[in-house]
């Protein structure tokens, strides 16, 4: 009896010790994505200060992109407004706002003197490092709401996690079309480049050695050269005899120097 008792101890003791740990361990996971979201949000801050200052140097410029500007100005106070909603909500509202702000990259491009404007430069290198650190803690963040979702649906730690009432954390994905967007790559059909002449075909029954050949003169496609040939003309008396044997008929010019003699 008292074996039994001392078993059931050990396991109420056991139990317990790993209901304390899981429970705790969601504590942890649940302080650790508040934390990563708590730089998300300093960091959507430091965007949020410096795109005013970024619009009105480039409103300097381009005065006349009038539209650009309002919509940026708009929809960053979309985002501001929306700052104690749901990562869900602000990440909508920050991937509007992030194609604003593309677009208005985009037309400075047609002004030069801005591009050299060492203020702009600044501000738009400020920009770039503030969105590395936004994009740098959306994967972490993302990756610790991934942990703590899996143990929240997984078993046995569902159990714990349905009775202390952790609720699934929402994840901060930016939305973006543009960016998701796969780039389309085509490269039409082998040999077939525009501008590019396409290569000779070998005729049936010629291997080719993988080389080059330039062509020579005289020479025709498929490895067979034309040689002229030479065909000498003997000249015969006028009067239709056969020519003479083991020597030149009488009259005809002796051979010059550097030449065979006639040898029939």
């Known amino acids: ?9 050990a396991i109420v003791v056991i139990l317990a010790i790993a ?3 899981s429970y705790n361990r969601f504590v942890k996971q649940r302080n650790l994505i508040q934390e990563s ?12 200060d410096l795109i005013p200052n970024l619009v009105e140097t480039v409103r300097a410029y381009a005065a006349h992109e009038r539209h650009v500007f309002e919509e940026v100005a ?41 591009q050299s404007n060492q203020n702009f430069l600044n501000l738009q290198r400020e920009l770039t490092d503030t969105e590395d650190r936004i994009a740098a803690g959306r994967r972490f963040y993302n990756a610790n709401v991934g942990d ?14 349905n009775s202390f009432k952790f609720e699934k954390a929402g994840y901060f994905e930016v939305k973006d079309e543009e960016v998701r967007s796969v780039p389309q790559v085509s490269f039409g059909t082998i040999g077939s ?18 080389q080059i050949q330039p ?24 009067t239709g005899g056969q020519p003479p044997v083991g ?12 030449q065979p003699p006639f040898t029939g």
């Open 1 to 9: 009896m008292t074996l039994v008792i001392v078993i059931i101890v």
């Open 19 to 21: 209901l304390m740990v």
């Open 37 to 48: 979201w708590r730089q998300i949000d300093v960091e959507l801050h430091r965007r949020y």
């Open 74 to 114: 708009r929809l960053r106070t979309q985002a501001v407004n929306v700052q104690g909603a749901t990562p869900e909500q602000r990440a909508a509202a920050e991937g509007q706002l992030s194609g604003a702000l593309r677009q208005m990259m985009i037309s400075v491009e047609a002004y030069p003197q801005l």
């Open 148 to 161: 703590y979702n899996t143990r929240i649906e997984a078993f046995p730690s569902n159990l714990i996690a």
């Open 193 to 210: 480049v525009e501008g590019e002449q396409p290569q000779p075909q070998m005729q049936p029954g010629i291997q080719s050695s993988g």
């Open 215 to 238: 062509q020579m003169p005289g020479q025709q496609q498929g490895g067979y050269s034309q040689q002229p040939q030479y065909q000498p003309q003997q000249q015969f008396p006028p």
């Open 247 to 258: 020597g030149p008929p009488a009259g005809a010019p002796g051979p010059q120097d550097g």
